[in-house]
């Protein structure tokens, strides 16, 4: 992937459709070109309430396709909105526990579009740091996967999505890597 340092995220073509409902932000936030989303005046999400995880999210894995804030978070990302991705997957993390299972495969997602980002921004060391973190936080589901015989964790195929993450992430690479889920 070519790094384009203070450049504005575009939308990748071929997104799959969509999964949630709520409306997507004014604009991509890259740190160092747009105002801060929660702190700017000029920002998109300025004054807004700070939601808390629903019910569902507190119920992951089971009731992945029920958390719409996980749902929108593969939205955000899906459309390069990075940093509001790692936002709406932040606030599932800690309503999943931040240590159970499917925590941490929400963490490794968070910081898969905070590596993304950091990509973006002409920080590969960081990036690639992060991708490694995030290889750590997707192992716990991928070992029930693997126990399990099952393909997918929590509507992902994580292996080859992963692969394709690895492969976005090299020099060249054109090919986003879209969250599709199995609904």
């Known amino acids: ?3 384009h340092h203070l450049a504005p995220l575009a939308e990748p073509r071929g997104a799959p459709s969509r999964y949630s ?3 997507l932000p004014a604009y991509r936030h890259v ?12 920002g998109h999400s300025y004054g807004l309430e700070e939601p808390t995880p629903s019910v569902s999210c507190r119920e992951l894995p089971g009731s992945w396709r ?12 899906n459309r390069a909105y990075l940093w509001e991705a790692h ?3 932040e606030m599932v993390w800690i309503g999943a526990g931040k240590t159970t299972v499917p925590a941490l495969f929400v963490q490794g997602l968070v910081q898969t579009a905070a590596a993304l ?15 490694a973190k995030a ?4 192992e716990p589901a991928e070992q029930l996967l693997a126990a399990s015989g099952d393909s997918s964790y929590m509507g992902l195929a994580v292996e080859s999505w992963r692969g394709s993450v690895e492969d976005y992430a090299r020099e060249g690479a054109a090919t986003f890597p879209f969250l599709r889920l199995g609904m």
Not at 135 to 138: C, K
């Open 31 to 42: 740190p160092g070109l747009t105002p801060h989303p929660v702190s700017h005046p000029a």
């Open 1 to 3: 992937m070519a790094t």
């Open 87 to 89: 936002e709406s997957w």
């Open 135 to 138: 290889g750590g936080r997707f």
């Open 117 to 131: 980002l950091r990509w973006h921004l002409g920080t590969p060391a960081g990036a690639i740091s992060l991708l």
């Open 66 to 77: 029920q958390c719409e804030e996980f749902l929108y978070g593969v939205d955000l990302f």
């Open 21 to 23: 409902r709520p409306p």
